[in-house]
């Protein structure tokens, strides 16, 4: 393989008018021109400004992440598109909301690993927990993978959030 | 005062008048008809009724490549819609400046399937460059200005504005002044100076160079023509352009190659192969101009200049990437060219071009003619001949007649000819010469069909009669899909699957039946009057030109090869196509 097949993953923020459809049109761009989607997150940041920052983490060559940019640089609404993998030092936090069930050993293994992750418990019966777990999203996957073997029933994860280190607005 | 409160209806008339729109071209139905009925109470605008939306559309696309100003088509919701699509992907596809307005149903019935419903912004939002549904007339104006704006700024192309039944009924002020500024939308026409001066230096000392210019060119105005052959003639290089770039440089001037690509000739393709600097103005690397990739070009450094930075590096990777307008860059090219005092390297131009010309006495382009048949390219290079010196627009239907056309009618101006070059659409030449003839009543304006793609927009010859537009449908017909015949020959062994042009309409008493005039020609004897009385008859008129049945176009690169890899007319018989060529299109 050499350099220019090589697949990177690349965390890129865009900035967008919160018009209508504005959600569909990017989207449509990945599924349109083949472009991957690891995660993808979406809200309002500006209320006055109506302003949506939209967060994607996706997998290409060099070239295809260089399109993937300019694509979405021309869509008529974005405002900006910042490469977060290249252009910043830049941190990443997904949250994810973890449900397992179970009685005895395993509740109690869950309970306790679950304070390894800093996860808190945020709903609780007798036969389940709901676990609420902040990281990137590796320690999420290290958090489901060892919630799995203890009673795993259920997951919801919010796709990854990144904003660039220091005092600069993107 | 308070500003006089309009219509939405009236509201976008206003703001079309505003624009400096006269002509539209259109079809009526129940979600327009209150804008219809504004159009009817006016008369700064001018109306072509089509007789199919997607007509509608290229009439748009002729009016707009023509003129260099935008086109504007307004149709009703659900069926109108969904019948431009194709003419709105094409505009999008070759960068050509359409505002579409369609009709939608009453905002309180949008979802419910409500009759002639179908989510247009949806179905448009992949083949347009942005779409807006306005959902309240106070932001109607606005919508449109701004839709204006998109269109004809930056790279080109087409915008929908889906208008809802209601909002044209309710009543708003209109207060916007057409010149906005978008808030997000800014592209950059300025390219950056130290590129550009990098490109100079690349440019001043090459010794095999080549400009390679585009639509980007006819994009950017006559202005970016004007300067292009200065700077092209400043330096003594060889050009070559594009199918969508013709007419930006004379086609009789003596550093002009001719087309390059799949079809171009000799000359052109071996010289991109062979060059050290390339200089790509306005132009987009598409898979018919480069072959096969990693064998495109391969010794040379790259320029490109392109208003849109997505062009840049897609599929070829460039080592000075310039983005802006070509205009703007041209200008600066030339003006660092001339206060550095450049000159290129004479000796190595010389040899240069000695090896250019060896590549020319190919002539690639021959083709021998006999008493008998027509032959296809020659009846082009008589419809040429027999035109020069009057103001002539070319278009075209989509086949080997247009490969032809692009070979063998020569342009000396831009915005003369008008083809459907990324989306290959059969159907758009009519409806386009309609729309050309509409900007340019004076002017011959001819459309190079075949007998196959003529049939897909037929019934617009009905908008040609209504509105007395002398144009003229000049039909190669030889019986075949013959482009689709050509490349069964080439890769399935001749087996000819449903590519037989049969049961065809007599297209003289068909063009008769229309209330146009009928003309046909057998042999090449009749060629010259019948094309003589093609072009002074006045009125549509619809030629019936039997050529040649299994005449190929050539020279051709076929799918999956390299520009030195041409397959030439006289040695055409063994010609193959790779396992892999034969996947791609
Ligand atoms: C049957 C068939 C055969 C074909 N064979 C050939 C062939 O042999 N040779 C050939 O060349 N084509 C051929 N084509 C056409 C081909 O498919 C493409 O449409 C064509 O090559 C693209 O031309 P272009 O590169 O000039 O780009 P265009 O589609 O004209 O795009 C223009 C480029 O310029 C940029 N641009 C726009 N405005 C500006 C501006 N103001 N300033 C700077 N840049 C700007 C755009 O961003 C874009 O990148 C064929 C088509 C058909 C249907
Ligand atoms: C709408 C559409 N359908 C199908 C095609 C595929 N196609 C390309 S060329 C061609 C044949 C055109 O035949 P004709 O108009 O007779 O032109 P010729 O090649 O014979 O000059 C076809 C079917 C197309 N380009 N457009
Ligand atoms: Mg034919």
Redesign the interface.
């Known amino acids: 393989m050499t350099q220019d097949e090589k697949i990177e993953r690349h965390t890129i923020s865009v900035l967008v008018d919160n018009e209508a459809g504005v959600l569909a049109r990017v989207v449509g761009l990945f599924s349109g021109r083949g472009y991957n989607i690891e995660s993808l997150t979406v809200g309002e940041v500006d209320q006055s400004e109506h302003t949506s920052r939209i967060t994607v983490v996706t997998a290409g060559t060099p070239m295809v992440i260089e399109q993937i940019k300019a694509q979405l640089d021309r869509l008529v609404p974005v405002h900006k598109v910042m490469d977060l993998t290249v252009e910043a030092n830049s941190v990443e936090r997904e949250m994810a909301l973890v449900k397992v069930a179970g009685t005895g050993e395993r509740r109690v293994e869950a309970l306790r690993l679950s304070d390894a992750f800093r996860a808190r418990v945020i709903d609780t019966t007798h036969t389940s927990f709901v676990f609420e777990v902040t990281g990137t999203p590796s320690k999420i996957d290290a958090f489901i993978g060892l919630m799995r073997p203890l009673g795993l029933v259920d997951v919801s994860r919010t796709g990854v959030v990144a904003i660039a280190r220091g005092p600069e607005a993107m | 005062m308070a500003a006089q409160e309009l219509t939405g209806a009236e509201i976008v008339i206003k703001a079309l008048v505003d624009q400096g729109v006269d002509t539209i071209f259109g079809y009526p139905g129940g979600a327009v008809l209150p804008i219809y009925d504004a159009l009817f109470q006016q008369n700064k605008i001018r109306h072509i009724l089509v007789r199919h939306e997607q007509g509608a559309v290229h009439a748009a696309e002729g009016y707009a490549r023509s003129t260099g100003k935008p086109g504007v088509v307004l149709v009703t919701s659900g069926p109108g819609a969904t019948n431009a699509v194709t003419g709105l992907t094409d505009a999008l596809m070759d960068s050509i400046p359409i505002v579409c307005l369609t009709g939608q149903v009453a905002t309180h019935l949008i979802g419910s399937d409500a009759f002639q419903e179908a989510d247009t ?2 179905i448009t ?2 083949c347009t ?3 807006w ?1 306005v959902k309240s007339a106070p932001e109607l104006a606005r919508v449109m200005h701004e839709a204006f704006y ?1 269109a004809t700024h ?2 080109p192309g087409p915008v929908v504005i889906d208008i809802p039944k209601d909002v044209q009924f309710q009543k708003a002020e209109y207060t916007v002044s057409p010149h906005i500024t ?4 800014r592209p950059k026409v300025k390219g950056d100076i130290e590129k550009i001066k990098e490109a100079v230096d690349l440019i001043a000392n090459a010794k095999k160079p080549m400009f390679y210019t585009g639509g980007g060119v006819i994009n950017s105005g006559t202005v970016a023509s004007q300067l292009l052959r200065e700077f092209v003639r400043l330096t003594g290089y060889p050009v070559t352009s594009t199918l969508m770039g013709l007419g930006a440089y004379p086609a009789s001037d003596k550093q002009w190659l001719g087309m390059l690509g799949m079809h171009g000739t000799y000359e052109a393709n071996n010289a991109m192969h062979d060059c050290d600097v390339l200089i790509n103005i306005g132009a987009r690397f598409d898979d018919r101009v480069t072959g096969r990739l990693d064998a495109f070009s391969p010794g040379s450094k790259k320029i490109h200049v392109d208003i ?3 062009s ?3 599929n070829v ?1 460039v080592d000075v990437p310039i983005i802006g307008d070509c205009a703007h860059v041209l200008e600066d090219m030339l003006r660092i060219w001339k206060s550095k005092a450049r000159r290129p390297d004479k000796a190595a131009l010389a040899d240069w071009w000695k090896q250019i010309d060896l590549w020319r006495e190919r002539k690639s382009l021959s083709y021998k003619t006999n008493d008998e048949v027509i032959k296809p390219q020659q009846a082009i290079q008589r419809l040429f001949e027999m035109t020069r010196g009057r103001e002539t627009y070319i278009t075209t239907e989509v086949g080997q007649h247009q490969m032809w056309a692009a070979q063998h009618f020569h342009f000396d101006e831009p915005n003369r000819w008008m083809t459907s070059g990324g989306l290959g659409t059969m159907g758009y030449g009519m409806p386009a010469a309609i729309g050309a003839q509409i900007a340019h009543p004076d002017a011959l304006v001819v459309d190079i069909a075949g007998e196959a793609s003529i049939l897909m927009n037929m019934q617009e010859l009905s908008t040609a009669v209504q509105f007395m537009l002398p144009i003229k449908i000049f039909i190669l017909n030889n019986e075949y899909m013959g482009m689709v015949r050509q490349w069964q020959q080439l890769l399935h062994e001749g087996r000819y699957s449903h590519s037989y042009s049969d049961s065809l309409p007599d297209f003289v008493k068909l063009a008769e039946a229309y209330g146009a005039t009928g003309i046909r020609a057998e042999k090449p004897s009749e060629l010259d009057a019948a094309l003589k009385k093609m072009i002074e008859t006045p009125g549509p008129v619809m030629f019936d030109c039997r050529v040649d049945q299994l005449e190929n176009c050539y020279p051709m690169i076929p799918s999956g090869a390299a520009h030195n890899e041409m397959i030439l007319g006289d040695d055409a018989d063994g010609a193959s196509v790779s396992e892999e060529g034969k996947m791609l299109v």
């Open positions: 912004v949806g939002r992949h460059k942005h779409n549904l998109v930056g790279r978008h808030r997000t939308y849109d930075a997505s840049i590096n897609k990777h």
